[in-house]
């Protein structure tokens, strides 16, 4: 049972590359997130998508995209890396809502020069 | 707006001694979590409190909710290497958290031997 995979584990681009971070997760869960965690920042909330076919933005939108494509997958785009967007990115998944309880895939470090 | 305070931001001590960190906010929650991250890995829940004044062990830790619902804490007894890492408080259902949970930046604890 693997839980919430994320690809992938690492990546580093140049200013103005684009990439798409992937997540899937295996629990049947309807609820999917994206955040970022900087130093002294903690967890911020990048997009969410409550359900299949449902996204809205988060705390810190901009320079991203989202899609969720199916129930177990939700994916995370930057269309042209900046290097404010060098971070460590968590996606997670939560049964029924934000609320609950959620569980975390282990990160995708992304480094832009 | 940080609504949710974590406090001390680092703490350093030996295995053996006890610790608390504290979760505080000028908001209500209808329930906190706390969870524990580690080194390149995404956050693990370890509790859910739900009711004002409610306490929960999970063997050497002890987890408060306070009676009003606007703080938690955390209470480690004889710690241990291995409770080394991130531990963070995320609140659900208070103001501004838009129906997802919102995270405090976290308290990063190191055990020595």
């Known amino acids: 049972n693997a839980g919430v995979t994320q690809t992938p584990k690492f990546q580093v681009l140049k200013t103005g590359q684009s990439m798409t971070l992937q997540c899937a997760q295996d629990m049947n869960h309807n609820s999917m997130y994206w955040y970022r965690q900087d130093p002294g920042m903690g967890l911020r909330l990048i997009y969410y998508s409550a359900s299949e076919g449902t996204t809205d933005k988060g705390e810190v939108p901009n320079g991203y995209n989202v899609s969720r494509l199916n129930k177990r997958e939700f994916s995370l785009r930057l269309e042209s890396a900046a290097p404010s967007q060098t971070s460590v990115y968590f996606c997670?998944?939560?049964?029924?809502?934000?609320?609950?309880?959620?569980?975390f895939g282990d990160g995708t470090r992304l480094s832009i020069l | 707006t940080q609504l949710l305070e974590q406090s001390p931001q680092f703490l350093s001590i030996q295995e053996g001694e006890n610790l608390t960190v504290y979760c505080n906010s000028s908001s209500v929650f209808s329930s906190l979590q706390w969870y524990r991250q580690e080194p390149g890995e995404g956050p693990v829940l370890l509790v859910t409190?739900?009711?004002?004044?409610e306490v929960k062990k999970l063997k050497r830790l002890t987890f408060q909710f306070g009676d009003a619902r606007k703080d938690s804490s955390l209470h480690i007894t004889a710690a241990q290497p291995g409770d080394t890492g991130l531990y963070l408080c995320a609140g659900a259902g208070g103001g501004g958290s838009q129906g997802n949970l919102i995270f405090g930046k976290g308290t990063k604890l190191s055990v020595k031997p």
């Open positions: 409190v739900v009711t004002g004044g």
């Open positions: 997670a998944s939560s049964g029924a809502g934000g609320e609950q309880p959620q569980h």
